[in-house]
C-alpha cells in the first residue's frame, strides 16, 4: 500500500545550517582529529614558550586555536551567505520518494539511494553524498513529525543507510 505524499515547504534557517556544518565538520573521527591536532598545537606552544622566539609560539597558538575558534567562525559566516542566496524547498516524501524542488529545480531520491540519514534535535538530514546533504527543518514539519518517523522506521534493512537511532525517537502510537 503507497503512502501519501508528505508535503514540507521550508527554508532552513541560519542556525539549522550553522549546526549542520558544525555537525558535518566536526563529528567522528575526523573531528576528533582535527580538535586532537589542535590540542597538540596549543600544548607545544605552552610547553615550548621559554625554549623558541615569541612569533613562533604565536604561530603555534594560532594554529591551535584554527579549529577550535576560527573555523567555527568561518561556518557562521558561510552558513549566514548561504541563507541569504537560498530560497524556499519544497520537499514531497513518501514511502518511496524524497522530491524536492526548489525554484526551477528538481531532484528525486529514492530512500535507498541515501547514504546516511540522521535525524536531530532541529533537522532531518539526508545525505545524498558523503558531502551533500538535504536539510529538513524539524520545526517545519508540524503535524508531519509521526508520519516522516513511521516512513523511516519502515525503511528495509536492506537499505544502505545509517539511522542514528539514538537521535531519532520513537514514533508514537
Known amino acids: 500500500m503507497k503512502q501519501s505524499k508528505i508535503v514540507i ?21 575526523m573531528g576528533a582529529a582535527r580538535l586532537g591536532m589542535s590540542f597538540l598545537f596549543l600544548m607545544t606552544a605552552y610547553f615550548a ?4 622566539n615569541h612569533f613562533l609560539i604565536l604561530l603555534l597558538v594560532l594554529i591551535g586555536l584554527l579549529n577550535p575558534v576560527i573555523t567555527p567562525v568561518w561556518l557562521y559566516f558561510k552558513a549566514l551567505q548561504f541563507h541569504q542566496k537560498q530560497s524556499i524547498i519544497t520537499y514531497e516524501l513518501d514511502s518511496e520518494n524524497v522530491l524536492a524542488k526548489q525554484g526551477n529545480e528538481h531532484f528525486s531520491c529514492k530512500w535507498s539511494s541515501f547514504c546516511k540519514i540522521i535525524w536531530t534535535r532541529k ?8 558531502q551533500k546533504a538535504l536539510l529538513i527543518p524539524r520545526r517545519e514539519m508540524n503535524s508531519n ?20 537511532k539514538e537521535k531519532f525517537p520513537a514514533a508514537q502510537h
Do not use: M, W
Open 145 to 164: 513529525e509521526g508520519s516522516i518517523r513511521d516512513v523511516l522506521s519502515r525503511l528495509p534493512e536492506s537499505c544502505n543507510l545509517k539511522l542514528c
Open 123 to 130: 533537522l532531518l538530514i539526508l545525505y545524498v553524498s558523503s
Open 9 to 29: 515547504k521550508c527554508q532552513p534557517n541560519v542556525s539549522e545550517i550553522y549546526s549542520y556544518l558544525l555537525h558535518h565538520t566536526f563529528y567522528g573521527a
Open 49 to 52: 614558550q621559554n625554549q623558541v
